[in-house]
């Protein structure tokens, strides 16, 4: 499955900032990911596409998906299978990664 990337806003308010909509507990393991995607996407401009793991174990004989794990492609990059909470930590390193270049970048260039 392939979870589509929702629509953020970052609000800047005279205390900080927000993002809208917000991260709502409620959501699927999947959505939550698609957030944190988007939002990561909102601040670097990077590509990235959440889907369902892909990883098989055979059990009784019978080759079956794992479930509960998530992978993605960041730009032209596949990587995955991750847990949800793996997933969420290599989401926030990307982010974190892609906004680290992006000011190397911009203070290289003055």
């Avoid at 993002?19 to 670097?44: C, H, Y």
């Amino acid at each position: 499955m392939h979870y589509d990337l929702p629509d953020v806003t970052e609000v800047l308010t005279e205390h900080g900032g927000h993002i809208e909509p917000a991260l709502e507990q409620g959501w699927s393991d999947g959505r939550k990911l698609a957030w944190l995607a988007a939002t990561v996407k909102m601040e670097t401009g990077l590509n990235i596409t959440v889907k369902d793991g892909c990883l098989s174990e055979k059990v009784d004989g019978e080759w079956v998906k794992v479930p509960n794990l998530f992978s993605f492609t960041v730009g032209v990059a596949n990587i995955g299978s991750f847990t949800y909470r793996e997933a969420w930590v290599y989401l926030t390193g990307v982010g974190t990664g892609a906004r680290q270049a992006i000011r190397t970048s911009r203070s290289s260039d003055l």
